[in-house]
């Protein structure tokens, strides 16, 4: 089956350590985007890539990293600089709509951090 | 001001009703979105839509792009429709790429 997986859903850190999340998509899609959700906000961008190689900030990148060495994966390392990293993390992939000019996302099931 | 104002925050009705979900946007839009997020956190889109209306199932969602204006609707409710709805539209990131801009939610909550 197609789709985007997350690993793993639960995950607990110490304070001051990285953590690095996985995101993988067999989707042949060329964008992947990372979201961060916090109770009673609307998502929010961390960072995205819209092709291999490359990859561009979002509203809040501060304290996070990615890579994107392969089309199927956008793994983000969450670094000690991150203030407030407890959270419900979402990866994103997307494929364009040629009509509407619009992006559909299809979105990973999440993976969440606890920071202790 | 947040760009995307979803009303009501938290939503409760009984099995059998109909359901209504408002989305208000401030930037302008070349399409909406309107996602459902389960309580266990996955989320699906359900429509992407840039004008008029578009229907799946008991699922009907409208926008008026001259009012920047879209509703969500859910007829003959159930308990399986309980979830989180979240409205998006396109935006632009600091660095002037698009990006989606995401509503709050709106927490709905169907009770047999």
């Known amino acids: 089956d197609g789709g985007i997986t997350q690993s793993p859903k639960y995950l607990f850190r110490k304070e001051g350590q990285n953590v690095t999340l996985s995101c993988e998509q067999n989707l042949n899609h060329d964008a992947m985007y990372w979201y961060r959700q916090d109770p009673g906000q609307g998502l929010r961008l961390i960072y995205y890539?819209?092709?291999?190689?490359?990859?561009q900030k979002g509203d809040i990148a501060e304290g996070y990293s990615v890579s994107r060495e392969k089309k199927e994966s956008f793994p983000l390392t969450v670094t000690s600089a991150q203030k407030n990293p407890t959270a419900f993390y979402l990866c994103?992939?997307?494929?364009?709509?040629?009509?509407?000019?619009?992006?559909?996302?299809?979105f990973g099931p999440g993976t969440r951090l606890t920071v202790l | 001001k947040n760009e995307v104002e979803q009303s009501p925050q938290n939503l409760t009705a009984q099995e059998g009703e109909f359901i209504t979900i408002n989305c208000s946007y401030s930037?302008?839009?070349?399409?909406l979105h309107w996602l459902q997020q389960h309580p266990g956190g996955g989320i699906v889109s359900l429509f992407m839509?840039?004008?008029g209306k578009k229907k799946h199932g008991r699922l009907i969602a409208t926008i008026n792009i001259q009012e920047k204006h879209s509703s969500l609707h859910i007829t003959a409710s159930h308990p399986r429709d309980s979830a989180v709805y979240i409205c998006a539209v396109r935006g632009v990131t600091q660095g002037g790429s698009e990006k989606l801009v995401f509503g709050k939610g709106t927490k709905l909550t169907v009770n047999p």
């Open positions: 930037v302008g839009i070349s399409a």
């Open positions: 994103a992939s997307s494929v364009r709509d040629r009509v509407s000019e619009s992006d559909t996302q299809y």
């Open positions: 890539s819209q092709i291999v190689n490359d990859f």
């Open positions: 839509l840039s004008s």
